[in-house]
């Protein structure tokens, strides 16, 4: 399988970095990235196209295949095409593959870990670095003789809605328990990179140009907040079930205005503490509680009482006029 590639070479080029794009992005996707990730020019850095089609990009295999075994051929077929295109790279800039790093994003970082970890005869990278990485192989497919060789960099939002960050987590954890050089990496953010993760990045791939292999204990999980998330299965025991009444913020990742009215919610969630429970549902993953309610435009901040929704406010808005369209007593 030949792969449409770009390559970007360094002022100061002295080892090979090679990015994976996520599904529906292509080869020029990361490539922004570089000025952050490599600011003196010290890599040479590949960029390969996925092979499928997925506008308005590409796919490194079929994700929306209903048929699990075209899906893991595809992934076989991509995994074994990057293999060789890294193996093409590295004797045509004279570089060691034992020395490279390899990385993505989403699909492409699952790939760049199973390129790095899973079992093969061939000389392992230097380490790998997977950004949100969507993750389509079961730990247990790890060559943990060897695995402990490559620094690895896991990253993720811990408001991801496309690809759960528990996954990584958890990956990240395994892999600390058999002794592989891990840094676990969580932002703020949905699917995406942000400052924050790029700036970790550029220091983890100093360290390992340094000859080092980065490893950190596992951080703690982010503390919930006081605004606790509740889902389908709870829904019954913690709103409709309450004692005492229930704000409901009804959000998703993706909306700006959620955003904003967020620390609002939070600040009611600590000043009504005792006298009211606030509580928020991401309605990208709880469709079935946004279609009940006649969820339409979000924010939407909904007072319950004795089981049913009495009043509700749309948008961001400041908090005392968001107490009032509630029907609270307005604390000033």
Same mark, same amino acid.
């Given at each position: 399988?030949?792969?449409?590639?770009?390559?970007?070479?360094?002022?100061?080029?002295?080892?090979?970095?090679?990015?994976?794009?996520?599904?529906?992005?292509?080869?020029?996707?990361?490539?922004?990235?570089?000025?952050?990730?490599?600011?003196?020019?010290?890599?040479?850095?590949?960029?390969?196209?996925?092979?499928?089609?997925?506008?308005?990009?590409?796919?490194?295999?079929?994700?929306?295949?209903q048929d699990?075994?075209?899906?893991?051929?595809?992934?076989?077929?991509?995994?074994?095409?990057?293999d060789?295109?890294?193996?093409?790279?590295?004797?045509?800039?004279?570089?060691?593959?034992? #020395? +490279? $790093?390899?990385? %993505?994003?989403?699909?492409g970082?699952? *790939?760049?870990?199973?390129?790095a970890? @899973?079992?093969s005869?061939?000389?392992?990278?230097?380490?790998?670095?997977?950004?949100?990485p969507?993750?389509p192989?079961?730990?247990a497919?790890v060559?943990?003789?060897?695995?402990?060789?490559v620094?690895?960099l896991?990253?993720?939002?811990?408001?991801?809605?496309?690809?759960?960050p528990?996954g990584?987590r958890r990956?990240?954890?395994v892999?600390?328990?058999r002794g592989?050089?891990?840094?676990l990496?969580e932002f703020?953010m949905?699917?995406?990179?942000?400052?924050?993760s790029?700036?970790q990045?550029?220091?983890?791939? #100093? +360290? $390992?140009?340094a %000859?080092?292999?980065?490893?950190?204990p *596992?951080?703690?999980?982010?503390?919930? @907040?006081?605004?606790?998330?509740?889902?389908?299965?709870?829904?019954e025991?913690?709103?409709?079930?309450?004692?005492?009444p229930?704000?409901?913020?009804?959000?998703?990742?993706?909306?700006g205005?959620?955003?904003?009215?967020?620390?609002?919610?939070?600040?009611?969630?600590?000043?009504?503490?005792g006298?009211?429970?606030?509580?928020?549902?991401?309605?990208?993953?709880?469709?079935?509680?946004?279609q009940?309610?006649?969820?339409q435009?979000?924010?939407?901040?909904?007072?319950f009482r004795n089981?049913?929704?009495?009043?509700?406010?749309?948008?961001?808005?400041?908090?005392p006029?968001?107490?009032?369209?509630?029907?609270?007593?307005?604390?000033?």
């Amino acid at each position: 399988m030949d792969l449409v590639t770009n390559v970007v070479q360094g002022a100061n080029s002295e080892r090979l970095l090679l990015l994976l794009h996520g599904y529906g992005a292509d080869e020029r996707d990361l490539g922004g990235l570089l000025p952050y990730l490599d600011p003196e020019g010290r890599f040479v850095t590949v960029l390969p196209r996925g092979p499928i089609a997925a506008p308005p990009g590409f796919s490194w295999f079929d994700l929306m295949s209903q048929d699990p075994e075209v899906a893991q051929q595809g992934f076989v077929d991509a995994l074994d095409a990057i293999d060789d295109l890294l193996d093409q790279v590295c004797e045509e800039h004279g570089m060691a593959r034992t #020395d +490279a $790093v390899v990385g %993505g994003f989403s699909q492409g970082g699952g *790939i760049a870990l199973a390129l790095a970890l @899973g079992s093969s005869d061939k000389p392992r990278p230097a380490a790998v670095l997977a950004m949100s990485p969507f993750i389509p192989f079961d730990p247990a497919a790890v060559d943990w003789d060897t695995a402990t060789e490559v620094a690895v960099l896991l990253q993720h939002g811990t408001e991801d809605p496309m690809v759960k960050p528990l996954g990584t987590r958890r990956f990240a954890e395994v892999l600390a328990d058999r002794g592989v050089p891990v840094v676990l990496g969580e932002f703020p953010m949905g699917h995406e990179v942000s400052m924050e993760s790029i700036t970790q990045a550029q220091g983890w791939l #100093d +360290a $390992v140009r340094a %000859g080092e292999r980065p490893s950190e204990p *596992i951080p703690e999980p982010p503390a919930e @907040g006081p605004v606790k998330p509740v889902t389908t299965a709870t829904w019954e025991a913690e709103v409709l079930r309450s004692e005492i009444p229930v704000i409901v913020d009804f959000w998703a990742p993706w909306c700006g205005p959620c955003r904003q009215v967020g620390p609002v919610v939070e600040q009611i969630a600590q000043m009504r503490q005792g006298s009211y429970k606030v509580v928020k549902v991401n309605i990208d993953e709880e469709p079935a509680l946004a279609q009940e309610y006649d969820v339409q435009s979000i924010p939407l901040i909904g007072l319950f009482r004795n089981g049913r929704m009495e009043r509700a406010a749309l948008g961001a808005k400041p908090r005392p006029q968001l107490e009032a369209e509630l029907g609270m007593l307005v604390i000033p």
